[in-house]
């Protein structure tokens, strides 16, 4: 198989997805299905390898979707839970694949043992449980998986710090408020960018549209693709032809080639 990485996007919506329980925004209401967002994560495949960047509450569906058969392992952004609450859904790779490799920061592995003691149990396992092997991972520190080098990039999630990840000319990063001119570094020269947007208005935690066209003039990818995207930000078709010529509104089961 080719050694291209093929990005798919699994979900691209904020923490509540969209439509969001209970509203009447017309946006939730939208019936074009690049309107309809779960919960942020990507599958990153080369090779015969798969890896999940996250592993929000709609993992499960995502895989089904997706039809991802094997999965080599999780990379994990942050502790939030919609970037992992679908940990027990690895359940069925465990089964097949035995113990699934997580690649965590150090706080991150810690929040996820005591959420999911029962995975990461070494004694008195639960019968059917699943199990992983954790990797910790942080800034400085690059590593590789499936033959290839992967650049852990730090920014800051309002108080709490986040990884993204440049694999090759590709850089995913989500859930970016504040990036220091050190880790920005990183990302420059990507052929492909993908980076938060929550809505218009600013916000505490996120980069906002504004401030994510900003960064992408900063670092200049060839093309940028924006998620984590909530349904303030408004309707898909009406956003994206408004955007930079190189800038494009990411959509749940969009595949791209890297």
């Not at 050694?3 to 923490?15: E, H, Q, R, V």
């Amino acid at each position: 198989m080719s050694n291209a990485l093929k990005i798919t996007f699994l979900g691209t919506g904020t923490s509540q997805g969209i439509p969001v329980i209970g509203s009447n925004h017309p946006v939730c209401k939208s019936i074009d299905p690049r309107d309809k967002r779960l919960r942020v994560s990507a599958l990153v495949s080369w090779k015969d390898y798969n890896y999940v960047i996250d592993c929000g509450p709609d993992f499960r569906q995502q895989m089904l979707t997706n039809e991802v058969l094997k999965l080599d392992g999780i990379l994990f952004t942050h502790e939030h839970s919609d970037h992992t609450a679908g940990l027990d859904d690895i359940r069925p790779y465990f089964f097949r694949q035995g113990d699934v490799p997580v690649y965590a920061h150090k706080r991150v592995a810690d929040s996820l043992k005591r959420r999911f003691d029962y995975i990461f149990a070494d004694e008195n396992r639960y019968p059917g449980a699943p199990a992983v092997a954790v990797n910790l991972i942080d800034k400085d520190h690059p590593f590789t998986i499936g033959g290839v080098k992967i650049i852990p990039i730090e920014a800051s999630h309002n108080r709490i710090k986040v990884l993204g990840f440049r694999i090759k000319d590709f850089t995913y990063l989500t859930d970016v408020k504040t990036i220091t001119p050190e880790e920005t570094e990183k990302v420059k020269n990507s052929k492909v960018l993908v980076i938060n947007a929550l809505r218009d208005e600013p916000h505490h935690s996120h980069f906002n549209l504004k401030e994510a066209l900003a960064f992408i003039e900063e670092v200049k990818p060839e093309t940028a693709y924006l998620t984590h995207i909530s349904h303030m930000l408004g309707f898909h078709e009406e956003v994206d032809k408004n955007l930079p010529e190189n800038v494009h509104l990411a959509y749940d089961n969009l595949t791209i080639t890297v």
